[in-house]
């Protein structure tokens, strides 16, 4: 497709359970993002791919969330041992690199519930 | 530390009026400043950048001013258009976006 493409679009969870959230950027952009959007709260940063280097995690809030992309392009986001403060809005979004002057383009996001 | 700041949770405007969003932000360094629109169970949509070195930039009903002194932007929306109710992120870069809470927009007809 033409877009940044999540799934799924909204998943609950039992607290304690692991969770994966999957994203597929646009074919060609090497930048690739993960924030996530609580209740009440802007954009997060999470975790930020830029082809073949290492990511900067630096956004990721505990040792229990982790990231990883295949290949350069799908990416996958665990949060492992889930808590209730994990449920948000988790975008991700990917652009060309060098190209921050015209934005990302962003997914739909997954609605994550944990209860 | 939020290094983005909208203060304005909500706007309220009558449609044709003029819709006016703000944003400050902390960091001197940022060298372009963007914002987004989103609607419900959408991702948000790049809508217009300013690049530091500019003051205002000009998209058709759109407007971003930016006041490099008191690091402060603004988007201007004229006429506003009940199309236009969404929540508005401002953000600003670095080697990433730094972002706003949102400001929700809402166009009365």
């Known amino acids: 497709g033409a877009g940044v493409s999540q799934s799924p679009s909204n998943k609950v969870t039992e607290k304690g359970k692991d969770v994966e959230l999957r994203c597929d950027p646009i074919?060609?952009?090497?930048?690739l993002y993960w924030y996530r959007q609580s209740l009440g709260q802007g954009l997060e940063f999470l975790i930020y791919?830029?082809?073949?280097?290492?990511?900067?995690k630096s956004g990721l809030p505990s040792d229990r969330f982790s990231a990883e992309r295949t290949g350069g392009s799908v990416s996958t986001l665990t949060i492992q041992r889930t808590q209730q403060e994990d449920s948000a809005v988790y975008l991700c979004?990917?652009?060309?690199?060098?190209?921050?002057?015209?934005?990302?383009?962003f997914g739909s996001g997954t609605r994550l519930t944990v209860v | 530390d939020q290094q983005v700041k909208q203060n304005s949770p909500s706007l309220s405007v009558q449609e044709g009026r003029i819709s006016i969003l703000n944003c400050d932000y902390t960091?001197?360094?940022?060298?372009?400043f963007l914002w987004y629109k989103k609607y419900p169970a959408e991702g948000p949509t790049f809508l217009i950048s300013?690049?530091?070195?500019?003051d205002k930039n000009e998209d058709g009903r759109f407007t971003v001013f930016l006041n490099k002194s008191a690091k402060h932007l603004s988007l201007h929306i004229v006429p506003s258009q009940p199309g236009d109710s969404a929540v508005y992120f401002c953000?600003?870069?670095?080697?990433?976006?730094?972002f706003g809470t949102g400001t929700s927009l809402t166009v009365i007809p």
């Open positions: 979004a990917s652009t060309y690199s060098g190209a921050l002057a015209y934005g990302y383009t």
């Open positions: 074919s060609g952009h090497t930048a």
């Open positions: 791919f830029q082809g073949n280097s290492a990511p900067d």
């Open positions: 960091n001197s360094m940022f060298d372009y």
């Open positions: 300013i690049s530091s070195i500019k």
């Open positions: 953000a600003a870069s670095g080697n990433q976006f730094y």
